[in-house]
């Protein structure tokens, strides 16, 4: 890989490139300091204008708004105590009460720094890990597929923010959407009651448009309790003197690690990562009592892990073809439009591609700290523009890139159709990542399932004989167990027997 | 609406679905003669059913214990119709006419039902940014907009 990497910076040093890095850079960290957009509607909205880009400039433009709007959240999360995204919901606890006593400008220097090094850690964890995750899956037959998407989809469904069996429902759900239309293997039409747009099933496009964006939009509609401009503190950009940085190095260090972990289960997210590193650094901090009151590495414990998580997600992503969450889940569908499948072949077949990708995401780091840095004013007066006024153009960008995909304005209703299912799953509380992750891998796994089916003679039992898919057979059964709550009565019984 | 009773709803309503679904493969076109000693087209399809009947129970009998706070109630769905109600309106606008002469209509109706104050400034923006969007993605990078069928 290291061959390619010459021709990578060479294929980065070009003039759309190096455009689209920046402005994706830029549009990803307001994106995500606006409070009710965020990553997955940051990436939602790009898609339209990634159509008619070569693929360099495409991911370049899609992984700078990926890594630049987890960094964006923060900025609001400090300086108007509202978490822009999901991922920055812990750096409210001490951003926003160093901005209330008038450190505003060095809470944000300590937030864009924290995550330039976050960002940075889990793309070195990604260099490392996913080829050899790629490696090893070459083996994968596909039992081995079968049982490791049925583990994938199975975890997703379990940290689906505590409600796992909605979680497990959404899964379903979207696996069942992705058996609409031709069969792969024997070409049968299903499922489509004689409708001709239903005969040539769904795409993930305006599926995801529809459950990210329309639903996003009538969710706000839904919740939004007044249109009120929320009061900025002070912005601007200030470092710490290194002496201030010195002692938290193995904060960062850690909450990295956290991050990057956490980052590479599928389904878990940035928002299980900045909660459990802010409570390992609160807990190993020699004065705890002054989380909470502006101490400055609970900030870094919380944006060091939640872009440490953006490598790390893209390991299932780019080594397996699983993505592990929405962020993840809208990069896929936006590179499978530019015929690049990430999988197990991706590493093999395409490895330019692969080492180019790594480059983008290294100066996407780069362009986010010092367009972070620079930029710090200007994005904290456009904390001003309100929700009312930002989701009209998230519509108008969602119809746009739902029409352009195919031409065909069935699609735009099929947006608005599955926007109005979306919302009212959210309203009881059905997670959306799921089902859209449900509709990707539907195809891979039905595929797999009978494949390993016809090789075993139609004995489901015969795919427990390889070891694999014996071990993520037994992860899951585990996992299922606990949705039936039998883990927690095994433990009680345990506790009980203690005491 | 508790959220009890919205759980057993939606379990009823989504087991519903899936014993209709379910009944559905049975029907004669999926009958056909399996090649090479493949499994049923309908084979994946009746599995997945079965696990979302079953889970819709779950959520069903979950529903009937749980009595935690209300939920549906909590929304303002006024705003949600007539926000669904623009969109709505937006999306045959755009079949009808294209993009250029609907979304600007659009983004106002939909800013409107969302409750933005300001109507000059939403004037404004529903004018220039469809505009601006046109310019940039059709003009320069040649992606397609809805024409409309009418015109």
Redesign the interface.
């Given at each position: 890989m290291i061959e390619f990497i010459p021709s990578a910076f060479a294929a980065t040093f070009s003039v759309s490139v190096l455009l689209a890095l920046a402005v994706g850079t830029f549009a990803g960290i307001i994106i995500g300091a606006l409070p009710g957009l965020g990553t997955v509607l940051g990436l939602v909205m790009a898609l339209p204008f990634t159509y008619v880009m070569d693929p360099a400039t495409a991911i370049a433009l899609l992984l700078s708004i990926y890594v630049s709007s987890i960094y964006g959240g923060s900025i609001s999360a400090i300086l108007i105590n509202v978490p822009g995204t999901p991922q920055s919901a812990a750096s409210v606890f001490d951003g926003y009460p160093m901005a209330q006593r008038g450190d505003g400008a060095l809470a944000l220097g300590y937030a864009t720094v924290g995550s330039f090094i976050g960002g940075i850690f889990s793309l070195i964890v990604l260099v490392l890990i996913a080829p050899q995750l790629a490696k090893f899956a070459l083996q994968f037959g596909p039992i081995e597929t079968f049982a490791l998407i049925v583990f994938a989809l199975t975890t997703i469904a379990w940290v689906s923010s505590g409600e796992m069996l909605k979680g497990l429902l959404s899964a379903t759900i979207g696996l069942f959407l992705a058996l609409i239309g031709p069969d792969a293997m024997t070409g049968q039409i299903r499922f489509n009651f004689d409708s001709l747009f239903l005969s040539a099933g769904l795409t993930v496009i305006p599926l995801l448009i529809g459950f990210f964006a329309v639903s996003e939009i009538l969710y706000q509609a839904a919740v939004l309790k007044d249109v009120k401009l929320p009061a900025v503190t002070s912005g601007g950009f200030k470092l710490a003197p290194w002496s201030e940085w010195k002692p938290r190095i193995m904060v960062i260090l850690r909450s990295c690690g956290i991050g990057s972990f956490i980052g590479v289960l599928p389904g878990t997210g940035a928002t299980a990562a900045v909660f459990v590193s802010y409570a390992d650094a609160k807990r190993r901090s020699p004065n705890p009592e002054d989380f909470g009151k502006g101490e400055p590495s609970g900030l870094l414990a919380s944006e060091a892990s939640n872009n440490a998580v953006s490598g790390g997600a893209m390991v299932p992503m780019m080594a397996l073809g699983i993505p592990g969450d929405g962020g993840t889940v809208v990069l896929m569908g936006a590179l499978t439009i530019h015929n690049v499948i990430p999988g197990v072949r991706l590493f093999s077949q395409q490895p330019d591609l692969v080492t180019l990708i790594f480059v983008l995401l290294f100066l996407s780091n780069i362009l986010m700290l010092f367009i972070g840095g620079f930029g710090a004013n200007i994005f904290s007066r456009m904390l001003r523009i309100p929700t009312t006024l930002l989701m009209p153009l998230v519509f108008m960008m969602s119809v746009v890139g739902a029409y352009a995909i195919r031409s065909n304005p069935v699609d735009l209703f099929v947006v608005v159709i599955f926007g109005v299912i979306g919302f009212l799953l959210r309203l009881n509380r059905f997670p959306p990542a799921p089902i859209i992750i449900g509709f990707v891998l539907g195809a891979p796994l039905e595929m797999s399932l009978r494949q390993g089916l016809i090789l075993t003679d139609m004995n489901f039992l015969a795919f427990f004989a390889s070891p694999i898919a014996l071990i993520l057979f037994c992860i899951t059964g585990l996992i299922i167990l606990n949705l039936f709550g039998l883990g927690n009565a095994i433990s009680k019984r345990f506790r009980k027997k203690e005491t | 609406m508790q959220?009890k009773n919205?759980?057993m709803l939606?379990g009823a309503v989504?087991a519903g679905m899936a014993c209709a679904?379910f009944a559905?493969t049975f029907s004669p076109i999926?009958q056909?003669e399996f090649?090479?000693?493949?499994?049923s087209?309908?084979?994946?399809?009746r599995v997945?059913?079965g696990?979302?009947f079953v889970?819709?129970l779950?959520?069903v009998i979950?529903g009937k214990l749980n009595t935690s706070d209300a939920?549906?109630t909590?929304?303002?769905?006024k705003?949600?119709l007539?926000?669904?109600g623009a969109?709505?309106i937006?999306?045959i606008g755009?079949?009808y006419l294209g993009?250029l002469v609907m979304?600007p209509v659009?983004?106002?109706l939909?800013?409107i039902?969302?409750?933005?104050?300001n109507l000059v400034?939403?004037g404004v923006?529903?004018l220039v940014?469809?505009l601006v969007?046109w310019v940039?993605?059709a003009k320069f990078?040649?992606?397609?907009?809805?024409p409309g069928?009418l015109l």
């Open positions: - | 959220q919205a759980d939606y989504l679904m559905h999926y056909n090649l090479f000693g493949d499994v087209t309908v084979f994946f399809p997945l059913l696990i979302i889970l819709s779950m959520l979950k939920v549906l909590q929304i303002n769905v705003r949600v007539l926000t669904g969109t709505l937006t999306v755009v079949w993009y979304m659009g983004v106002f939909i800013g039902a969302l409750g933005y104050p400034i939403l923006t529903s940014s469809p969007v940039v993605l990078a040649q992606v397609s907009f809805a069928t």
